[in-house]
């Protein structure tokens, strides 16, 4: 059996362990060690507390452990486990453990344990080489992944960036299995394609005019997202392009909220609803939605005509580009960012550009006004990162290792 430990209900696995329990053919247990997500709590990157309003837990076979559970999620002491784990995966036999990362000791537990007593060890994590620069610490750091990594058997790798690092590290490509990073492409594309027929309500609504090009922002409002940076652009770009109405949609929240619409002309807030800035104001037009949970965010795919991405290294991939692609939106993305070379570069090398650098995001937010791809490319390029090839490549991955376990026990 194969047994999957993962922190929480996560938005963007849960699709992969249903597509698992729909093909019937791999026998699997899902062990969440948090309820995280389930109930209302604190995130503070958003700066609120929060729960994802869509279920989490149907249509697969999933249970949660008793572990130690810390009162702060970003350290990497926050979930522990408490003795009795390897004979609870002896009792259901479990002959492949995956993980889901490294970011909490709970994993390197894991880990240890199950290579100890046999268990294969599969490993998905987010790392890439753009992510992991910097000096003796670095080293140090990856020194010390090292003795993680080598009891790994196989890396389902979730694109490019992910894989480079691997190799950097000196693991054989072998042992590397596409698993790549996605979402559940149809739920985005249903829900943008139902909000369609009310993108000019929608607009209404939070204040952006019906021929404005809207430029869209999904996530916190935090220092490595990179926000200001698409202000200063999108404030030049209208310099260039005066006859030309430009926009603004942010949702999200976090700490630099209050420098967002300080450096724009606000026309909607969630707490003040639509305004009217002075028509002098030279800031950026620019509305500002609040947190969207996953069942509506649809209705900001379908409202604006780009998503921005400007985000630094840090940001290990940026799903959202995946949510707006399989939305039939074009992005504008940070070179830094780790799904760039996956999802952007591919189509469209021009509306990639350095992190930092505002004077090429400016040209490529120009690129997206002045030439928006088409939606149909779009969609044929992020149907090969849809959940659906994760669960056909893990899929095969297990048939693979079983065919081999036991062709290795009749040559005994």
Request: glycine share 8%; with cysteine; hydrophobic share 45%.
């Amino acid at each position: 059996m194969l047994a999957i430990l993962t922190t929480h209900p996560i938005q963007y696995q849960v699709p992969i362990w249903r597509g698992l329990a729909a093909r019937g053919d791999v026998p699997f247990k899902v062990y969440f060690m948090s309820d995280q997500g389930l109930r209302a709590s604190f995130d503070p990157g958003f700066g609120r507390a929060l729960a994802w309003d869509i279920d989490l837990l149907s249509g697969y076979p999933h249970e949660f452990m008793d572990v130690h559970i810390g009162p702060q999620q970003d350290r990497f002491t926050w979930l522990r486990l408490k003795p009795g784990f390897i004979d609870r995966l002896r009792a259901d036999g479990v002959s492949v453990l995956w993980v889901n990362g490294w970011q909490v000791l709970a994993y390197w537990q894991a880990v240890r344990a199950a290579k100890r007593c046999g268990i294969e060890i599969w490993l998905r994590g987010e790392t890439n080489r753009r992510s992991n620069r910097g000096g003796l610490a670095q080293s140090l750091k990856w020194l010390l992944l090292r003795r993680l990594l080598n009891r790994v058997d196989r890396f389902l790798t979730i694109g490019s960036a992910n894989r480079a690092f691997y190799l950097r590290l000196g693991y054989r490509r072998e042992q590397m299995v596409m698993a790549p990073y996605g979402v559940d492409n149809r739920r985005f594309a249903e829900q943008a394609g139902a909000a369609q027929s009310a993108r000019d309500a929608l607009r209404a609504r939070w204040g952006i005019p019906s021929d404005a090009f809207c430029f869209l922002s999904v996530g916190k409002f935090v220092p490595k997202k990179r926000p200001l940076d698409l202000v200063a652009a999108v404030a030049e770009l209208q310099r260039r392009l005066p006859q030309r109405r430009l926009h603004i949609l942010w949702v999200g929240s976090g700490e630099l909220a209050a420098a967002l619409q300080a450096g724009c002309a606000v026309a909607y807030d969630d707490a003040g609803g639509v305004r009217i800035p002075a028509p002098a104001d030279q800031r950026p037009a620019a509305s500002f939605v609040g947190f969207i949970n996953q069942s509506e965010i649809g209705k900001a795919y379908a409202t604006a005509d780009a998503l921005v991405l400007p985000s630094d290294a840090k940001e290990t991939w940026g799903l959202v580009v995946n949510e707006a692609m399989a939305s039939g939106l074009p992005c504008v993305v940070s070179a830094a960012c780790g799904c760039a070379e996956d999802l952007v570069q591919p189509l469209r090398p021009d509306l990639c550009f350095p992190v930092g650098d505002i004077d090429a995001l400016v040209n490529a937010l120009a690129a997206v006004v002045g030439d928006p791809p088409p939606v149909e490319p779009l969609l044929r390029h992020i149907d090969h990162f849809d959940v659906a090839r994760t669960v056909e490549a893990v899929a095969a991955l297990y048939h693979e290792r079983c065919a081999e376990r036991a062709a290795n026990q009749d040559g005994k």
